[in-house]
């Protein structure tokens, strides 16, 4: 058995590693796991991740979470243009610098509004008061300005004049509150240019296919009771 992705394009670092796989000609198997039918707290899923999150990868006999590291393994692994993970050393630290940062601040930030905006209130049928929203969206927005200010800069893009995989894992991450109705990017030309010339690079088609589930979360039927039981408990603690 080849490569297998074990993904769902609702899932952030899902559509980062999707995009990279597709956009370099990686062959894999794409295996879906519906986060909103709980199919990745199954049985069968544990078995290939125990953690029991996406994404997920299987190589062989091989077994692997976390998107970093998925990430870092498919550029290894396979001969992919240099700008995505250089191997310059201080260009190198930028993208290193910027993965690092991003897990407990924007990552956390985009989720947060996603969910306060849309997910609970839409899918899960839970209000979220205005002083919580309004606090995700403060954060949000102190968190997008850092992106800007620290890692952009004047540069074209994160760590440099190339796209790299710190850009992915970024704009990725900004289309979850997108997909709630922020307008992150407005206000910002900048960034907003940042995310045209991420988004060209990538291919506009590809792009817009790996983003389609994340900007239609709004129209997300509402979650029948069973479903809403077993994701509760698994969502609150990921959002805290």
């Known amino acids: 058995m080849g490569l297998e992705l074990y993904l769902d394009l609702l899932s952030q670092p899902c559509r980062a590693i999707y995009i ?9 198997e794409l295996r ?3 986060l909103i ?15 029991k999150k ?25 001969k992919v243009p240099d700008h995505w993970y250089p191997q310059d050393l201080q260009a190198r630290a930028r993208v290193d610098e910027y993965l690092a ?12 509004a996603l969910w306060h905006k849309v997910m609970f209130p839409v899918f899960l049928g839970e209000p979220v008061s205005p002083q919580t929203l309004a606090a995700t969206l403060a954060e949000l927005d ?19 004049p ?6 992915l894992v970024a704009i990725t991450e900004l289309m979850h509150p997108v997909g709630a109705g922020c307008q992150v990017f ?20 590809l792009f817009r296919e790996a983003h389609e589930i994340i900007l239609k979360a709004k129209d997300f039927p509402p979650a029948d009771p069973t479903t809403k039981q077993k994701l509760m408990s698994r969502v609150l603690a990921m959002i805290q």
Do not use: M
Request: aromatic letters at 10%.
């Open 20 to 28: 990279f796989a597709k956009k370099n000609g990686i062959p894999f």
């Open 32 to 34: 879906t796991v519906d």
């Open 37 to 51: 039918k709980g199919q990745h707290l199954s049985d069968a899923f544990s078995q290939v991740n125990p953690l």
């Open 54 to 78: 996406v994404p997920a990868l299987k190589d062989g006999d091989f077994t692997l979470s976390e998107s970093v590291a998925i990430l870092l393994y498919l550029t290894h692994k396979y």
């Open 101 to 112: 940062w991003q897990h407990t601040t924007l990552r956390r930030s985009c989720l947060r």
């Open 142 to 160: 102190v968190n997008v300005q850092l992106l800007e200010d620290k890692f952009l800069q004047n540069k074209a893009f994160l760590a440099g």
């Open 162 to 167: 190339h796209i790299s995989l710190a850009d």
């Open 186 to 205: 407005e206000g910002r030309p900048k960034l907003a240019a940042w995310r045209n010339r991420v988004e060209a690079a990538v291919g506009e088609d």
